[in-house]
C-alpha cells in the first residue's frame, strides 16, 4: 500500500520561506513522478508542480513559476519543494501525490489514497 507523509509546512511572513518535504513508502519510488498540489478553503485542488521520475525535468504552474522548485532524492524516496518569496494566497494545505507512471502527464494517484498533507498559511 502506498503511503506518503508530508512535513514542513507552518505560519510564515509574506516574503518568507519554506522547504516541504514528502517521505513515500510502498512503491518503487524512483519509478514514479511526483506532484505537489494545494487545496485552499472554499478552492479547488490545484496542481502546483511534477517532477519525472528520473528528476530530470519538472514543471509548474504559473502560480508558482519562478518562486518554487520541486526537487526528489531516490535514494531516501523523498520528495521536496522549496518555496520562495511566498504569499498570502499561497495559503493552503499542501499534498503529495505520486503519478501512476514515471512522466508528468501519467493521471495523479486517486484523492483517496493521498496523504494527510502540510498546512502552509502566510501571513501578510
Known amino acids: 500500500q502506498v503511503q506518503v507523509k508530508e512535513s514542513g509546512g507552518g505560519l510564515v511572513q509574506a516574503g518568507g520561506s519554506l522547504r516541504l518535504s514528502c517521505s513515500a513508502s510502498g512503491l518503487t519510488f524512483a519509478a514514479y513522478a511526483m506532484g505537489w498540489f494545494r487545496q485552499a478553503p472554499g478552492k479547488e485542488r490545484e496542481g502546483i508542480s511534477c517532477i519525472r521520475a528520473g528528476g530530470d525535468n519538472t514543471a509548474y504552474a504559473d502560480s508558482v513559476k519562478g518562486r518554487f522548485t520541486i526537487s526528489r532524492d531516490n535514494a531516501k524516496n523523498t520528495l521536496y519543494l522549496q518555496m520562495s518569496n511566498l504569499k498570502p494566497e499561497d495559503t493552503a494545505m499542501y499534498y503529495c501525490?505520486?503519478?501512476?507512471?514515471?512522466?508528468?502527464?501519467?493521471?495523479?494517484?486517486?484523492?483517496?489514497?493521498w496523504g494527510q498533507g502540510t498546512q502552509v498559511t502566510v501571513s501578510s
Open positions: 501525490v505520486p503519478r501512476t507512471g514515471g512522466e508528468c502527464w501519467a493521471p495523479a494517484a486517486d484523492p483517496a489514497s
